[in-house]
């Protein structure tokens, strides 16, 4: 409850700051604050020596890439061209394409699962943010025959149509990763204050991220949303979750290993995806925001009920 209360405060703020002063230009910088905040210390704990374990744990990690990348994906697509909005469709598949989050390992602790193995399944899914942001980058032009276009302000640029794969890639994995090798090579204090403290600085930067994107002069299309609009976006992202969750359920098995793969499918890296769909938010139109921005209150929402399930049903 207090994370969703954080978030909503955050993207109350956000509207209301950007309504009152016409919002922020976007700088890639908010990337780089993600980076250096949310993904750096996660990478303190990742040793090179772990990778030995991937030989002995591919069948979690198949499953991982086909529930995830396969049938998420295909379920994103279905629903999404249910929705006949272009924007609702294209946040769908970006959730879908980014599994886990920067709360997934939490959520791994507390539940009892492989916590060595989740943190292997969620270094692989962030290595696969170049992939996922070309794949994503050209969904719209596949897509746009599909959809009846949509309404988009008279000084959109279509930035999303031009989207640097590399750029994201390089900020969010690369230089986190050459910054924690740092730090542990001549900061080691740093990765104990890290450690103490991490809750905390997780929630302060996920508030400051949200309140940016949110205040944002392209996140000020969010007005102009129709009711029903809004209506169709919580649908369909809670379809789609639902999806998520009984496919975890299902075909994810009761075993420390596969509780490290059920929470890599039932929960989404929602601050990273509302990064990314600032970039495309011109190209979408102001519904593609919804899915994510709904994802929050669903997942933070559901992990906590669904952890409390799991560990009863271990009892």
């Not at 993600?34 to 374990?53: I, Y």
């Not at 295909?74 to 249910?82: H, S, T």
């Not at 390992?105 to 193995?117: C, Y």
């Not at 409390?308 to 009892?315: D, H, K, S």
């Amino acid at each position: 409850m207090q994370q969703i209360i954080l978030v909503l405060s955050a993207v109350i703020l956000g509207l209301a700051f950007g309504h009152l002063t016409g919002g922020f230009a976007f700088s890639s910088a908010v990337c780089l604050v993600a980076g250096v905040f949310l993904v750096t210390p996660s990478l303190f704990k990742f040793r090179l020596a772990d990778l030995s374990l991937i030989s002995a744990q591919m069948p979690a990690i198949g499953r991982n890439l086909w529930i995830n990348y396969l049938l998420l994906v295909v379920a994103a697509l279905v629903i999404g061209w249910l929705s006949r909005d272009i924007g609702i469709a294209g946040a769908l598949l970006l959730l879908a394409l980014l599994p886990g989050g920067g709360m997934v390992m939490m959520w791994i602790k507390t539940s009892g699962a492989n916590v060595r193995l989740g943190f292997i399944i969620f270094m692989l899914n962030l290595g696969l943010l170049l992939p996922v942001t070309l794949i994503f980058g050209a969904y719209y032009g596949l897509a746009e025959g599909w959809f009846p276009a949509p309404v988009l302000p008279e000084a959109s640029v279509a930035s999303g149509r031009q989207i640097m794969p590399f750029a994201p890639f390089m900020i969010l994995i690369v230089i986190p990763f050459l910054i924690s090798r740092a730090v542990l090579a001549f900061l080691p204090s740093v990765v104990g204050f890290s450690e103490r403290h991490q809750p905390l600085i997780s929630k302060a930067t996920m508030f400051g991220i949200v309140f940016y994107l949110f205040s944002l002069t392209t996140s000020q299309m969010l007005f102009a949303v129709a009711p029903a609009d809004l209506l169709v976006a919580l649908i369909a992202t809670a379809a789609f979750y639902l999806v998520a969750v009984l496919a975890a359920e299902w075909l994810t098995p009761a075993t420390p290993e596969g509780r490290a793969v059920y929470w890599h499918v039932a929960t989404r890296y929602i601050t990273l995806a509302l990064i990314l769909a600032v970039f495309s938010l011109d190209t979408y139109g102001a519904t593609f925001i919804l899915p994510v921005m709904i994802a929050y209150f669903i997942q933070i929402g559901a992990a906590g009920w669904l952890r409390t399930r799991m560990l009863a049903a271990q009892a």
